[in-house]
């Protein structure tokens, strides 16, 4: 009997530890697809890299690097649902098309990918402070 009890305790602990490790390897990976990460996988994904770095310079558009910091949050993210109207009605929005001089395409963004969008900016900007 008492060595049948150590055989079933035996079990009980590997299930809870087979358990355990799964339940870590489901959170690492819902950390990982977090917003942030989504925000830069959209960012490859709808191509802003053909107009846009991040502290690389200016390319057709301006360098992104500091941007969650000289602009509004309400603003940017009014700006990657409709910068092609935007581009016409807002005062910044008009400086920067005298400068670039080409109106960012909509590229058709959803709310929530504009979210996740302004999470991943808003993340690289961290890193201006060193
Ligand atoms: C065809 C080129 C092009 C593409 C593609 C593009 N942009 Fe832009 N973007 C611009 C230009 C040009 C401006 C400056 C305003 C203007 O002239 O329309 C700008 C402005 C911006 C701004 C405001 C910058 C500031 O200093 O206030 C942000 C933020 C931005 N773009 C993000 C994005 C994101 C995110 C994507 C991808 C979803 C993207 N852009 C795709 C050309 C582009």
Known sequence: MFHN???FKFFILLILFIAS?????????????????????????KGCGACHTIGKGKLSGPDLLGVTQRREEGWLKKWLKSPDTMVFTDPIAKEMLKEFMVPMPNVGLTD???????????????????
């Not at 697809?33 to 994904?45: C, I, N, P, R």
């Not at 929530?112 to 060193?130: G, H, P, S, T, W």
């Open 5 to 7: 009890y150590q055989v």
């Open 21 to 45: 490790s799964l339940i870590i390897s489901i959170s690492v990976n819902i950390a990982e697809a977090s917003d942030v990460k989504k925000g830069e996988e959209l960012f490859t994904q």
């Open 112 to 130: 929530e990918q504009v979210n996740y969008l302004f999470e991943y900016l808003k993340n690289e900007d961290k890193k201006i402070k060193k």
